[in-house]
């Protein structure tokens, strides 16, 4: 079956975000009165949700896991917004790959899934945006690509996820749709791409 619906990640696959996501962790622990993330620590905040990084760190701890959470909640992310850097020509891209296929996010963001969509002016793009908040269960699991699937009435076959992490491309594997790389922290994906505008010539090949 051809194509029908294109998902992507938010956070390394439409944006540069590295900056941004350690920002708003670093103001977090610092509210909690924790240290701030070491360089080896810095690759977590990219590839898990909120509650999976907490737990990691903190979930040995229940006292200081309480005390981040609660400084999480308090921390707005807005300020961060213009620190994440979109894709090269992303808007392009979008408005291009939008008259053939329907396009939706799935992302482990949770609260500012829509708020980063409104700040860069992307929901005209977009049929469909899921967060953490919107499934029972985060990334590596597939609960987000099956909401997706549901959502439009399509097959797995029928649908491509667009990563940039490996939580990601076990997402897809889950929910039986292909998965598309991008940069290069996935090893050996079966497809990848340096940027979002070499995207078209492998999805109208799958």
């Known amino acids: 079956m051809s194509v029908q619906l294109v998902i992507f990640d938010c956070d390394g696959v439409l944006f540069h975000s590295e900056a941004a996501n350690i920002g708003f962790y670093n103001a977090v622990f610092e509210a909690a009165g924790e240290a701030q993330l070491g360089d080896a620590d810095e690759a977590a905040c990219h590839a898990l949700a909120s509650a999976q990084l907490f737990e990691k ?6 006292e200081r896991l309480a005390r ?75 609960d987000m690509l099956l909401k997706c699937l549901e959502h439009f009435g399509v097959a797995a076959d029928e649908a491509v996820y667009v990563g940039d992490q490996e939580t990601d491309r076990q997402s897809a594997h889950s929910a039986g749709v292909s998965f598309i790389a991008i940069g290069d922290a996935v090893v050996n994906p079966a497809y990848h791409v340096d940027e979002l505008c070499d995207l078209d010539p492998i999805l109208s090949a799958l």
Request: proline content about 9%; charged content about 30%; cysteine-free.
């Open 68 to 142: 981040v959470r609660e400084a999480a909640q308090a921390t707005d992310y807005a300020p961060f917004f213009p620190l994440m850097k979109p894709r090269e020509r992303l808007f392009d891209v979008l408005a291009e790959l939008g008259k053939k296929y329907k396009l939706a996010l799935a992302t482990n963001r949770g609260k500012t899934v829509h708020q980063v969509l409104e700040f860069f002016e992307l929901t005209r793009f977009f049929d469909l945006a899921v967060g953490v908040y919107d499934v029972d269960r985060p990334k590596p699991h597939p």
């Open 57 to 62: 760190y903190f979930g040995h701890r229940p």
